[in-house]
C-alpha cells in the first residue's frame, strides 16, 4: 500500500476518498491540484471541484449504515460516577439543535466561532454543528488565559463565542466564564466586538446563579438550544472550503491560524486513524484530548470511522493516579491514546496504580505530543499494556493535520522511542544545513517531499507567513521544525524542535511568546527564554530577565514576572526558573546567542563553545555566578 501510495497517489487516495459521501464527485484531472511545494507560490488542492460536508460523513453517513443506536461519545466526568453516553442518532440531534441555533442567530457559510470549552460532550457537539452548516470553527484551549483568548478572538472575528461558565478539574473549579467576559472586554476595545456569548451551564462545577452576566450578549445553551428543531439540512462545501482554524506557536510572538480545509482533512484524518489504531468496529477508543488532536483524533477521525469515544473531562490524577485505568476497565477502552507527560507522571507514582486494575480490553496503545522517551515506552509497553499491546508512537503536528510517521501496529517490529515509518502516501527526508537530502544513516533537519491530504492550506490572513516559515528554509520541501535520525534499519527517530518553541508536556509554547509577556512587566528590561530538560514535562521554561537600571532582585518580583506570563498566555506557560541576568550574551550586532544560554540553563558548562565573538564575553561568567541564587 506504501508503494502504491507514492507511484500514484492520485490513483490511492481516490479510491480512498470514494467510500465517503460526495454530493458532488471532485474532477479527476485535477483532483490532487497541486502536491508540489518546489515552487511557488505554494497552493495545496486535494479534491477539487468535489463537494461533501464532514459532519454529514461523521453522523448521517455512519446513522444509515445501521449505527444509529451504537455509542458515539462517552462522557466520564471530573468526578468519578458522573457520566454521559450518546448514541450517534443522539448526537446527530444535539449536533443538528446548535446548528439550527447557530443559524438562526446569523452564523453563515465561512463565518467563524470560537469555542473555549472544556472537554464536555459539547465540545465535539459545536466543532460538528459548525462543520454542518458550513462555519469554520476555531477552537482555543481552555487553559489559555484572556489575554491569549482576546488575541485569537481580534485575529479570526468570529460572530459567536461558545464556552461553558466554568469547569473541575481535580480539586479545582476554573471560572472560564470570567476569563472569556474578560477577553470580550479586551477584543471590543480593539474594534472587534462579539455580540453573542453562548454559555453551557456546566452545574457540576458551578451554579448558573454565580456566573457574572452581560444581558443582551450572554446566553445560557440550555434555555435556548433545546427549543430548536433536531433535524437539520447539511450545507455542502466544496473540498477546499475552510472547516477549522487553529492557532499555534511559532518562533515569533504572534500565534499563527493554522488553517486547515474539507476534503483531503476528512480522508485523511479518518486513514490515519483507521490503520495507525488497526481500528476495528467493536474497539472502544479513549483520548487525551489537547488541541489538534482534539479535531483529528477524538472527534473526525474516529467518528468518521463509527467508532465510540470515550472522553474525560478531569485531571488524570483524581482521584487519585489510576483514574486513566480505572477508565479502561469502565469503558472496556481497547486503543488507548496519550501523551508522554502522562506516562512519566504516572509512572513516578509507582505501579501498584496500574495494576490494581485489570486492563485486559486493551489492544492499541498510542502516543503522542512529543518524543517518548525509551524507558518510558517501556513502562508504557511492559506494565500499561501487560507486554502485549503495540504502541503506536504517532509523529505528527498542527499543520499535517494527521499523522505522519507511526507505526502499523503489528506491521513491523518497534523500536522504544522510534516513531519508525511514514504514513502512506507521505515522504520524510533528512537534510543537512544546506538542504540537501541525507541518505542513510544520518541526523538532520526532518522535512516532507510533495504534499498530503491532510496538510494545512495556508496561515491565516498571512499566505506570506506560511511560505517563508514553511517552504522557504528549504527550498522544495515542508519543514517540520523538528530534528530526526535515521538508523541503520531506516527507522525515524525525532530528537525535538530545532525552532524556537518550546514543548512543554506537549504544549507548544514560542520563545518569543513568553519573552514578550517576561518584558510587558515595567520593571523588566530584557528576558531570553529557552527549554531545558524536565523530568515529567519533557521540556520546561527557563528565563533569563535583565531588570530595568536600579531595581533590586527579589523573591515577589519573581513571583509576580510568573503571575505575569500565567495571566497573559496561560498558567501552562509559567516559567520553570527566573534566572537573574545583569546581562544578555550578545553578538556584536545585537543578536541574543541562546545557544549559550541554553548550555547555561542546563549547567553544560564545559560545552559553552566558542564565546569570543561576543560583544561582552565577561556576562556569561556573571550569568554562571547568578545561576544558583
Ligand atoms: C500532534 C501535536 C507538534 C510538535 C512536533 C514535535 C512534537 C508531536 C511527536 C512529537 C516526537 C512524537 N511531537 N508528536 N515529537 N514524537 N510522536 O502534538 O501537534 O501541538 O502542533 O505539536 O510536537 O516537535 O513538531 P502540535
Known sequence: MYKKSIDDPAGFWSEIASEFYWKEKWDP?????????????????WFKGGSTNICYNALDRNIETGNGDKIALYWEGNEPGSDVKLTYNELLEKVCQLANYLKHVGVKKGDAVVIYLPMLMELPIAMLACARIGAVHSVVFAGFSAESLAQRIIDCKPKVVITANAVRRGAKAIHLKDIVDNALTESEKSGVPVGLCLTYENHLAMERGATKWQDGRDIWWQDVVPEFPTKCEVEWVDSEDPLFLLYTSGSTGKPKGVLHTTGGYMVYTATTFKYAFDYKSSDIYCADCGWITGHSYVTYGPLLNGATVVIFEGAPNYPDAGRSWDIVDKYKVTIFYTAPTLIRSLMREGNEYVTRYSRKSLRVLGSVGEPINPSAWRWFY?????????ISDTWWQTETGGFMITPLPGAWPQKPGSATFPFFGVQPVIVDEKGNEIEGECSGYLCIKRSWPGAFRTLYGDHERYETTYFKPFSGYYFSGDGCSRDKDGYHWLTGRVDDVINVSGHRIGTAEVESALVSHPQCAEAAVVGVEHEVKGQGIYAFVTLVD?????????KDLISTVRKQIGAFAAPEKIHWAPGLPKTRSGKIMRRILRKIASRQLDELGDISTLADPSVVEQLIALGDS
Open 29 to 45: 484531472e485535477v483532483y490532487t491540484g497541486n502536491l508540489d511545494v518546489t515552487t511557488g507560490p505554494i497552493k495545496i488542492e
Open 382 to 390: 511492559n506494565v500499561v499494556g501487560n507486554s502485549r499491546c503495540p
Open 550 to 558: 536600579g531595581v533590586p532582585y527579589s523573591e515577589e518580583l519573581r
